[in-house]
């Protein structure tokens, strides 16, 4: 038994050479552990009840469900490094919209985003490490507000989608938890 980590307390993790003992995946498999044991199936369809799509950054401090009062099953939720708009995105949705019915999209940056502080150099800073220059784009950004405009229409123009009458963009705050609109262009 590890005696370093109390699954039930906060404890961090303690790598051991190459082998971590209490992982934080250990953690997270006796949650669900825990979780399963008071999961009943509630016979949800796959279709999400709202209709909608969420494309969100990664972000640890936005959590959706709860800053958008979203239920299981409600919603799908997309998300990547900044909330961008890339080619897989736009996989995505076609599929949630052709395949599972949503109709709507929601965009959401969010103050503070670590994206603000890279540059496209990154790519080259990697292909100088690693001698390959990767194939994605970073899409860094230093205008969030003009990064969820250029995102709205990156999914407005897709010749993928369905249905792009319904496509609205937000900056989440961090330190407020509230959400604010951006225009289209
Ligand atoms: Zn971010």
Known sequence: MSTSAS???HTPAEPVGDTA???????????????AAAFTDPGMDARPVLKVAIVACM????????ALGLELGDCHTIRNAGGVVTDDVIRSLTISQRALGTRSVVLIHHTG?????LTEEFRQDLENEVGQRPTWAVESFRDVEQDVRQSMQRVRTSPFLLHTDDIRGFVFD??????REIESA
Request: with cysteine.
């Open 21 to 35: 003992v209490g992982s934080v995946t250990d953690r997270l498999v006796e949650a669900n552990t825990k979780y």
């Open 113 to 117: 985003c670590g994206l603000e502080s």
């Open 59 to 66: 972000d640890a401090r936005l959590d959706l469900h709860a």
């Open 174 to 179: 961090v330190q407020t938890g509230l959400l």
């Open 7 to 9: 699954l039930s307390g």
